[in-house]
């Protein structure tokens, strides 16, 4: 950790007061006569400390102001994305349950096993599996934006692999056509 230059110069001027006043503890003297330049000297080294102390201060006193403000505003920002993701879950759910003709009963199971799983408490962080989840209902919810945007004809309730099967028998059936056709020449 780097050193603070306004500690290094407070340690600097109490090194100057500390010799002063063991130089004039080692006279084994009852008085000590301090000459006029020793105790401006002295006087200087105590105004440096103070500066020192009071620049340190100021700073820490800074810093912690700027961190408690960063504090807040994560707070306020993980709230956010907590109310985005219980938004996010409330309308898979929904789509969930419009998809499969309004099966309420199965998807509410599902959805009350996974609050409890999470032990109701909102403050406690969010599972490996609860993460998966999340990560796969945002990659569902892109997929299901990309694919309106593609084609913003409204929603259908039919499942696409049917429509895939169908296209490979077509497909199929073309293929053998083509392959026993007569040739005309």
Do not use: C, W
Not at 19 to 41: P, Y
Not at 150 to 171: E, F
């Amino acid at each position: 950790m780097a050193s603070n230059p306004n500690i290094e110069k407070g340690l600097h001027a109490s090194v100057k007061v500390f010799n002063f006043a063991k130089a004039g503890i080692e006279t084994n003297e009852e008085t000590v006569v301090v000459k006029r330049e020793e105790l401006v000297d002295l006087k200087k080294a105590a105004l440096a400390m103070n500066r020192s102390i009071t620049r340190f201060a100021k700073e820490a006193f800074e810093t912690e102001n700027r961190l408690l403000l960063e504090v807040h505003m994560l707070r306020g920002i993980m709230k956010r994305e907590n109310t985005d993701r219980d938004a996010n879950r409330a309308r898979v759910f929904e789509l969930f349950r419009k998809y499969h003709g309004g099966d309420d009963e199965g998807a509410l199971a599902s959805a009350n096993a996974a609050a409890s799983s999470a032990g109701g408490n909102p403050l406690s962080a969010p599972s490996a599996a609860a993460v998966a989840i999340d990560r796969a209902l945002s990659s569902l919810d892109r997929l299901d934006q990309s694919v309106h945007d593609l084609a913003p004809v409204g929603r259908i309730n039919m499942h696409g692999a049917g429509l895939l099967s169908a296209k490979a028998a077509r497909d199929a059936k073309i293929a053998v056509r083509k392959r026993t056709a007569p040739v005309l020449s």
